[in-house]
């Protein structure tokens, strides 16, 4: 029997939609680790000073040390009267009032690294609305430069270096093998009580006009470390270590040893997640929670 999960507008609360852009840069990645600057961490410290107590964040992709983002989304829950009491004067709503407040909060707080992060837009969420679980998928990007290519040090925070040549076209033949449903545990560093089957909607090698070699990849979720893990892997194609058929011979072996190497964190960038209509938000939600629950070794949920 599925256990049930109470949309926040059955608890009475307010859930508002952030989107959120970082510089992953000055952070220990999302999720708080005590003694280390995180984004959850900094998020939340600028909100408890707008709110005057703690406000959890649920966030659609928890990324790693040094990984960026565009296209970020987190939500939070609030209280009526907290929300009705953002709009102070009658004279600005709640949505723009409090992404005004978290900004310049958040000024105080980041100090040193002024401006690493931003809140791009305020919204009361859809019925049901869930920033993780009703997502959709999410897409990352990741730029490499190779021994070839004319590097432009302006860019050097976003892209990978890397000093030998690559075959792109080798890499994004090995990437199209992995596409659909799948076991992906031999790209990533498994959670207890987590699966590890995603499905890979897109994972494409491309070299621009630049001659940079761009990396598009979107799955309906990642496991942990699964990008970087992927990356590292087509980048022993792109060498010519391995062919073009070996990332798909590990997937179906489970295989992860000594060239289970991570790419590098910095050239990633949290691009974007989709969420369905509203009217299907809470749906989605709990579809996904069900999905997502441990399975026994006969395939059906604990």
């Given at each position: 029997?599925?256990n ?5 507008e ?7 939609r952030?989107d959120?852009?970082?510089?992953g ?6 999720a708080?680790q005590?003694?280390?600057q995180?984004?959850?961490g900094?998020?939340?410290e600028?909100l408890a000073?707008?709110?005057r107590r703690?406000?959890r ?9 040094g990984v960026?983002?565009?296209g ?15 709009n ?9 009032a ?6 310049g909060?958040?000024?105080w707080?980041l100090?040193?690294?002024q ?6 837009r305020v919204q009361r969420?859809?019925h049901?609305?869930d920033a993780?679980?009703?997502a ?6 990741y730029?490499i430069?190779?021994?070839?290519t ?6 050097r925070?976003?892209t ?7 075959d792109?076209d080798?890499?994004?033949a090995g ?5 659909g449903?799948?076991?992906?545990k031999?790209?990533?560093?498994p959670r207890?009580g ?13 070299r621009?006009?630049?001659g940079?070699?761009n ?18 892997a087509?980048?022993?194609v792109g060498q010519g270590?391995?062919g ?10 489970g ?5 289970s190497?991570?790419?590098s964190?910095h050239?990633?960038?949290?691009e974007?997640v ?5 009217a299907?938000l809470?749906e989605?939600?709990?579809l996904?929670r069900t999905r997502?629950a ?5 395939g059906?949920p604990l």
């Amino acid at each position: 029997m599925q256990n049930h999960h109470p949309s926040p507008e059955e608890l009475g609360l307010v859930r508002v939609r952030l989107d959120i852009a970082y510089d992953g840069g000055p952070f220990s990645g999302w999720a708080i680790q005590p003694g280390l600057q995180t984004l959850q961490g900094t998020l939340e410290e600028a909100l408890a000073l707008i709110m005057r107590r703690l406000v959890r964040l649920t966030v659609a992709g928890r990324t790693d040390t040094g990984v960026h983002a565009r296209g970020q989304v987190a939500h939070c829950d609030f209280t009526q009267a907290e929300w009705d009491g953002l709009n102070r004067d009658n004279t600005v709503e709640p949505c723009l009032a409090l992404l005004r407040r978290i900004n310049g909060a958040l000024g105080w707080v980041l100090k040193d690294s002024q401006g690493a992060i931003q809140i791009q837009r305020v919204q009361r969420a859809g019925h049901g609305f869930d920033a993780r679980f009703s997502a959709l998928w999410r897409r990352y990007s990741y730029r490499i430069a190779d021994a070839s290519t004319k590097r432009d040090p302006l860019l050097r925070t976003q892209t990978l270096w890397f000093n030998q040549d690559l075959d792109a076209d080798l890499m994004d033949a090995g990437a199209a093998e992995l596409l659909g449903l799948g076991d992906f545990k031999a790209f990533a560093k498994p959670r207890e009580g987590s699966t590890t089957v995603r499905t890979l909607q897109r994972f494409d090698f491309t070299r621009g006009d630049d001659g940079v070699i761009n990396l598009n990849i979107q799955a309906d979720a990642f496991c942990h470390n699964m990008v970087r893990a992927l990356t590292g892997a087509a980048l022993r194609v792109g060498q010519g270590m391995e062919g073009p058929h070996w990332m798909r011979e590990r997937q179906l072996a489970g295989v992860r040893d000594a060239k289970s190497v991570l790419a590098s964190a910095h050239p990633l960038i949290f691009e974007e997640v989709r969420y369905p209509d509203a009217a299907e938000l809470h749906e989605r939600a709990t579809l996904t929670r069900t999905r997502r629950a441990p399975v026994t070794a006969f395939g059906t949920p604990l």
